[in-house]
């Protein structure tokens, strides 16, 4: 069973247009994060949500964690085929321990 | 900022042959260090985690093990590899200093077929 779920798992979409991934659990998260990996290479860290209720802005891209913080959001505002990737959320629900999402993998068409 | 450094970026083995995957990181001392593997465009497996030397947290049963002989290395290792062990296996330290979270910092992974 997976402790993190992300929807959709895919998404491909034309340059420019407006999308949001979610990542949902039953599980309380001390803090959540935003991954984004190419193909062949780890993943690199985007953001870190802590507070329930948060939102972050990291240019084109808005996160969002729920005030339960159980869930969090990641919306991109006029995609461009440079955001194409695998979008991994991951949270500790204990201690030294990460879990990982599903994945999202998004193709941005020019 | 750390680095991970890993070790073979592909690897072909047969099955039942051994395995040994080795990383290292720099930039930081005394990190918490992790084993993940990554199936085809999907989320990450937690396989073995270390808080310290010597001390190798298991996540998943299986033929797998893990090593920490010194605080900047970790290794993954196998007596015998099977077909299931194919995929894409990443290194991570993960560092937490006070209130700052930085999230993990992962290597460039190594891609191993059992054939």
């Known amino acids: 069973t997976q402790l993190l779920e992300q929807s959709p798992q895919f998404l491909s979409i034309q340059e420019g247009e407006n999308l949001t991934v979610y990542c949902n659990s039953s599980?309380?998260?001390?803090?959540l994060q935003w991954y984004r990996q190419e193909p062949g290479e780890g993943p690199v860290l985007l953001v870190t949500?802590?507070?329930?209720?948060e939102v972050k802005k990291l240019k084109r891209l808005t996160f969002q964690f729920g005030d339960a913080r159980k869930d969090s959001s990641l919306h991109i505002t006029a995609a461009q085929p440079g955001d194409t990737g695998l979008y991994l959320c991951?949270?500790?629900?204990?201690?030294?321990?990460?879990?990982f999402g599903s994945g999202t993998k998004l193709n941005v068409k020019p | 900022s750390q680095t991970i450094h890993q070790w073979p970026a592909t690897l072909v083995q047969p099955v039942g042959s051994p395995l040994s995957l080795e990383c290292t990181v720099e930039?930081?001392?005394?990190?918490?260090l992790y084993w993940y593997r990554q199936a085809a465009g999907r989320g990450l497996q937690l396989l073995f985690y270390?808080?310290?030397?010597?001390?190798i947290s298991s996540e998943v049963p299986q033929n797998l093990s893990a090593s920490r002989p010194q605080d900047r290395q970790f290794i993954l290792s196998s007596k015998k590899l099977l077909l299931s062990d194919s995929g894409f296996y990443l290194c991570?330290?993960?560092?937490?200093?006070?209130?700052?979270?930085?999230?993990?910092?992962f290597g460039s992974g190594t891609r191993l077929t059992v054939v």
């Open positions: 599980s309380v998260f001390s803090s």
């Open positions: 991570a330290s993960y560092r937490l200093t006070g209130q700052k979270n930085y999230g993990y910092t």
């Open positions: 949500v802590v507070t329930g209720g």
């Open positions: 930039g930081t001392s005394n990190p918490n």
């Open positions: 991951a949270g500790i629900p204990h201690f030294n321990k990460f879990y």
């Open positions: 270390s808080v310290g030397i010597g001390q």
